[in-house]
């Protein structure tokens, strides 16, 4: 194409946003543009941007600010902010950085195409409505590219929890299912292209209801039962839950179903019940352990991952201690941890913050013991026989990289299978951030 422009796109936050900017990067390809993985070549860049913490949304300022020089160089450079940053902020990123061109938030991607050409024309396109439609439904791709093995595929968005501390709610709005089949197609669509493992994303994903084909609102056990009929597609996993969505069905599907990968993200934020009420979280430590319990009776070898927040305003080091005794009690395979951010706006802005220096010396703490707990189950894995799913040829020669059922990366040695193939290895070794294997014969 002769007048093929070059469009950059950095991705920030969560798997919803990196999901988003391929899609946006689809619709946008439908307009002439090429993706590039540097900002200097770019006739567009776009920021995809994340409003969790506040230092999320600090880094988009200096990073718009560091393309200064580049639009001076190249007044036809487009740049524009997309994600929950251009949410929550809308016009007042103009105001602070007038060289933007392009605000859209999360729920006006499908106006992309319109608002490119728009800013085409010298305008500039502000968008961040909460329009009442599917906007993956309107949104165009390119026929059929290669895809990697390993996809997310967005089935609900949104958040109706309002947990003190998040912005969530406000910027990617109330929950929104997408429906059954239309999933369905897209994972179809994806298989053709080559993938074999989908991760299923939404903010509260196991709150999922999208209507189902028989007319009815549908789990999201359900969605993954239809999902595992879908020939081609070897595993499936979800995330992020909410420890209060998590149904009987859900539960008995990680017993039964095959494609479901034993790995749960399943945030509690605090082992302290008082700080759990302060947080709006509505359930306690106890609940919490005891729905574990019943997950691991449906699934012995399921791998826990939880998100953590440190310092939320009035957290005692008595409360804290609660969230280490959790901890210790769950044995996590992952888990993020955050120092509490302060979100205007939000039922917690209004509150009394910890001692900062407080607050980082328990994360450090907290870190401490969730990366001794990683590591334990990282190493317990060595010896066993597991399958990994090939995603690229690794550093040494012969080697490939992929990932186990339980989402560790392993590098597998002298090994000649394909990217996208399904591996049975032996674990060897555990390192920092992978393990080791080596092929076993089928
Ligand atoms: N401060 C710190 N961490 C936060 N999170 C959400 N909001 C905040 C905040 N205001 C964390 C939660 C959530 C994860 C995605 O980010 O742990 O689960
Ligand atoms: Fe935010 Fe998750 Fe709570 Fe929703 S459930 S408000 S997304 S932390």
Known sequence: MADTKKLFIKTYGCQM????????????GTQ??????????????????CHIREKAAEKIYSELGRYKGLKAAKPDLKIGVAGCVAQAEGAEIVKRQPMVDLVVGPQSYHRLAEMEAKIR?????????????????????????KRAPAAFLTVQEGCDKFCAFCVVPYTRGAEVSRPVQRIVDEAKDLVERGVRDITLLGQNVNAYHGSGPDGRDWTLAQLI?????????????????????????????????????????????????????RMNRSHTA??????????????????????????????????????????????????????????????????????????????????????????????????RDLSVLVERPGRDPGQMVGKSEYLHAVHI??????????????????????????????
């Not at 305008?123 to 906007?135: N, Q």
């Open 17 to 28: 946003n990196v999901y988003d900017s391929e899609r946006m990067a689809e619709a946008l």
């Open 32 to 49: 002439g543009y090429e993706e590039t993985q540097t900002p200097d070549d770019a006739d567009m860049i776009l920021l995809n941007t």
């Open 121 to 145: 024309s010298g305008a500039r396109a502000l968008d961040t409505e909460f329009p009442p439609e599917d906007k993956f439904e309107h949104l165009a791709s390119r026929p059929k590219a």
């Open 225 to 277: 039962w239809e999902l595992d009929k879908v020939d081609g597609l070897e595993r499936l996993r979800f995330t992020t839950s909410h420890p209060n969505d998590m149904g009987d069905d859900l539960i008995e599907a990680h017993g039964n179903c095959k494609k479901l990968m034993p790995y749960l993200h399943l945030p509690v934020q605090s082992g302290s019940n008082k700080i759990l009420k």
């Open 286 to 383: 106890e609940s919490y352990l005891k729905l574990i319990e019943r997950i691991r009776a449906a699934r012995p070898d399921i791998l826990m991952s939880g998100d953590f927040i440190v310092g939320f305003p009035e957290e005692t080091e008595e409360d804290f201690q609660a969230t280490l005794d959790l901890v210790e009690e769950v044995r996590y395979g992952y888990a993020y941890s955050f120092k509490y951010s302060t979100r205007p706006g939000t039922p917690a802005a209004e509150r009394a913050l910890v001692d900062p220096a407080v607050a980082s010396e328990r994360l450090q703490r907290l870190q401490a013991l969730i990366t001794r707990d990683q590591r334990a189950i990282q190493d317990d894995m060595i010896g």
């Open 413 to 442: 040695e002298n090994c000649d299978a394909a990217v996208g193939s399904l591996v049975p290895v032996t674990i060897t070794g555990s390192g920092t951030n992978s393990l080791s294997a080596q092929r076993r014969p089928i």
